[in-house]
């Protein structure tokens, strides 16, 4: 199994950014798909954003031109920078990583609340 630590969560106004880390125990490369996704109370997890081995990237509508995925093969990270955060973008965010046959690893969650 892959092991994902996360960080960078946090407390911000709306309209602020935040960028949220995610360090793979194994190279990211051997990854089929790596995302991010987030879970609210009373609310199924959702994907928010994702990469793929070959560095394509998908996006959910509601983030589409907010956030941005990248990834630093050489450090193993992936990370998740939120720009014009909404209050709505208040949610505990995981980092995921698909490893096809091998399953699927999830972090620990990063808290991320976006409130005045």
């Known amino acids: 199994q892959v092991q994902l630590v996360e960080s960078g969560g946090g407390l911000v106004q709306p309209g602020g950014s935040l960028r949220l880390s995610c360090t793979s125990s194994?190279?990211?490369?051997?990854?089929?798909?790596m995302g991010w996704y987030r879970q609210s109370p009373g609310k199924e997890r959702e994907l928010v954003a994702s990469v793929r081995r070959l560095a394509t990237t998908n996006y959910a509508g509601s983030v589409k031109g907010r956030f941005t995925i990248s990834r630093d093969v050489a450090r193993n990270t992936v990370y998740l920078q939120m720009n014009n955060l909404k209050p709505e973008d208040t949610a505990v965010y995981y980092c995921?990583?698909?490893?096809?046959?091998?399953?699927?690893?999830w972090g620990q969650g990063t808290q991320v609340t976006v409130s005045s």
């Open positions: 194994a190279s990211i490369l051997t990854i089929v798909n």
């Open positions: 995921n990583a698909d490893l096809g046959i091998g399953g699927q690893s």
